[in-house]
């Protein structure tokens, strides 16, 4: 699979840039983000866990959830760069 | 407490820190292939490292010796504010996510070492590149000083910094002999030496934290008890009639919880040293499965965030002399653990110093090489001699480190690095705007990156704390909503809105614009995609 030098301005591929698995990737990775911005949602103590006040081990579900949220928007995308590498032509590598 | 040496834990230490040595010297010949002349060699490791390398390099530079001091400290020292260390480290991955991958593209394809590097190619902008250039040195030297401050309160608390009555030299000959090791095995393997050091690192780290997690609290009377007892430290009113921390965020709070989070992610990977960590892997996908993993950092990082709240049940600040919250965390280590493992702990913070600042400095010295020395001094370097100018810049940079930390105050220090957040962020138009569109023009990010600088130092110089007079936090009222928040966040806004308004100005007053190198297909480009311009790779062409 090659880069065409004479045509750089060229579009990466017929998908065009908007294509739903890339929305998808994009939900997936704000998910967390916006998750962690909105303190209001958080920022209370009860119900405790094992003695831990809510805010705290809240957040901290937060970090394998949006490891989940992460690998999932990583194998939207790399679907997706195959599909387009298959649609150029460029065959298997 | 400083009474006397605990020898049984200082053994320990030493004991890791001659192995780690060891493992430094002979990273050299690790991995070795290519050019051993080249500044890739050096300076990025080869280009070569897979996922797993890339985590432990990546968690070993971005988790540093300070953070593990710090971010305890400060939950130790106000409660819930401190933890914004974890929602920070949640945004950041999934947010760099989005451009890392195009940035690590396109330096594959045209050889760029640092991010100044690609500003040059992409803007065609010396002024611009030397700005971020100088940026990224401006915010990595208090933050090697910080790694510092780590070992130093690490000693502090093995017995061995000699005590406040101690005389200078006798009190900082560790911290000069550990740099001196330090700078010996950078200068001699480059990347490869914190890479490899790493694996130890973040194992004793990983090791340390789970079993303090599982066995602290047991010791303590259960969480429990000891969220209890931190909820009535911080319900105590201080000097000033206000309580001195709190359990939860105050809604009134939250948006400097939220932006401070937002923030800092977003500088996050604009460091020169995590750049440096980013470009030293093999692919695309290498960067991307490693946002995936990385959070595993995130979680250790928020579990050492609770010892803040132990350290308050332990008491730890009892009786000892000089005793400062950076303290909090060696302290409770030394009075919970048997001596033998409190060595490993101090070891996992002295070698998570180490790491950090080996790629800080390399990452420094890259910036200095490429953008200042090749750009500005000598533009017909050949990669052998950009190699020999980046390993004596990174000898310089830490002796620059060195100095800051014994001959200004540690608070000097800790204000700069908070700076140098807020300023690194500023480079987040040019670099992250760059990856995806070449609207802007070079003048209009120049000007934006100024103001923003300005704007935030200026900010945060009228800030004062208890502490400091001036520099002494990182929020402040936003203006026009009312909010008080990050000043760095703040400094971006204006930033972009300047940038943005001078383009269009720019734009219709038809003011040439800087020849663009890049093309499209560069920001998705393969490890295997042949090189487009057919140049021996990788290009030196500026």
């Known amino acids: ?93 | 407490m400083s009474h006397g040496v605990n020898v049984t834990a200082l053994t320990v230490f030493l004991l890791f820190f001659v192995a780690v040595t060891v493992i430094g010297f002979l990273a050299s010949r690790w991995r070795r292939a290519g050019d051993a002349q080249h500044l890739d060699e050096w300076g990025l490791g080869g280009r070569s490292f897979g996922t797993w390398v890339t985590w432990f390099l990546l968690g070993g530079d971005l988790y540093t010796a300070y953070t593990f001091i710090a971010v305890p400290a400060a939950v130790y020292a106000t409660g819930a504010a401190g933890f914004f260390a974890v929602p920070y480290t949640i945004i950041a991955f999934p947010l760099v996510f989005a451009f890392l991958p195009r940035l690590w593209s396109v330096a594959r394809v045209h050889g760029y070492v640092t991010p100044a590097d690609f500003i040059r190619g992409r803007y065609g902008s010396k002024a611009l590149s030397l700005a971020v250039a100088l940026t990224g040195i401006l915010a990595t030297m208090p933050y090697i000083a910080l790694q510092l401050v780590g070992i130093q309160a690490v000693l502090d608390t093995l017995g061995v910094g000699g005590g406040a009555n101690a005389n200078w030299f006798v009190k900082d000959l560790p911290l000069f002999l550990a740099f001196a090791v330090l700078a010996a095995y950078t200068y001699s393997s480059g990347l490869r030496a914190p890479a490899l050091i790493a694996f130890v690192k973040d194992t004793l780290v990983y090791i340390v934290i789970i079993a303090a997690v599982l066995y602290i609290p047991h010791r303590l009377g259960g969480f429990g008890h000891i969220f209890d007892t931190a909820a009535t430290k911080f319900n105590t009113k201080g000097a000033n009639g206000k309580p001195i921390g709190s359990m939860i965020i105050a809604p009134k709070a939250q948006w400097t919880y939220a932006t401070l989070g937002l923030g800092s992610a977003m500088a996050l990977f604009l460091y020169p040293h995590s750049v440096t960590g980013v470009l030293a892997s093999k692919s695309r996908n290498t960067v991307r499965r490693n946002m995936a993993i990385l959070p595993a950092y995130s979680l250790m990082l928020g579990l050492l965030a609770l010892l803040g709240f132990m350290a308050i049940t332990d008491n730890v600040s009892k009786g000892a002399k000089g005793f400062n919250s950076q303290l909090a965390v060696p302290q409770l280590f030394t009075d919970m653990f048997p001596s033998w493992f409190t060595g490993v702990a101090f070891a996992a913070i002295g070698i998570g110093a180490l790491v950090p600042a080996a790629i800080m400095s390399i990452a420094a010295a890259n910036l200095f090489t490429r953008n200042v020395y090749k750009e500005f001094i000598k533009p017909n370097a050949t990669p052998a001699d950009e190699t020999r100018v980046a390993k004596i810049a990174s000898l310089l940079v830490k002796v620059g480190a060195l100095v800051f930390v014994l001959g200004m105050d540690k608070q000097v220090a800790i204000n700069l690095q908070l700076l140098g957040g807020l300023w690194i962020l500023q480079t987040f138009v040019s670099v992250v705007g760059g990856l995806f569109t070449r609207w802007f023009h070079h003048w209009a990010l120049l000007a934006g990156w100024a103001a923003g600088m300005v704007y935030g130092t200026w900010k945060a110089y009228g800030l004062a704390s208890p502490a400091t007079k001036h520099f002494g936090g990182n929020s402040a009222p936003i203006p026009g909503i009312g909010q008080i928040g990050y000043i760095g966040l703040t400094a971006f806004v204006l930033n972009l809105v300047v940038a943005v308004v001078l383009t269009l100005v720019l734009r219709a007053a038809k003011v040439t614009d800087g020849v663009d190198e890049t093309s499209p297909g560069d920001y998705s480009a393969e490890p295997s995609d042949p090189e487009p311009t057919g140049a021996p790779q990788p290009v030196a062409a500026h």
């Open chain 1, 1 to 93: 699979m090659s880069i065409d030098p004479d045509a750089p301005q060229a579009p990466p591929g017929p998908l065009p840039v908007i294509t739903p698995p890339r929305v998808l990737a994009a939900v997936c990775l704000l998910v967390p983000i916006v998750a962690e911005l909105w303190v209001s949602s958080y920022a209370r103590l009860t119900p405790r866990f094992d003695g831990i006040p809510f805010f705290y081990w809240y957040q901290l579900l937060w970090v394998p959830l949006s490891a989940v949220f992460t690998v999932s928007a990583y194998l939207l995308i790399t679907r997706e760069e195959r599909q387009r590498k298959a649609l150029r032509g460029g065959g298997p590598r």
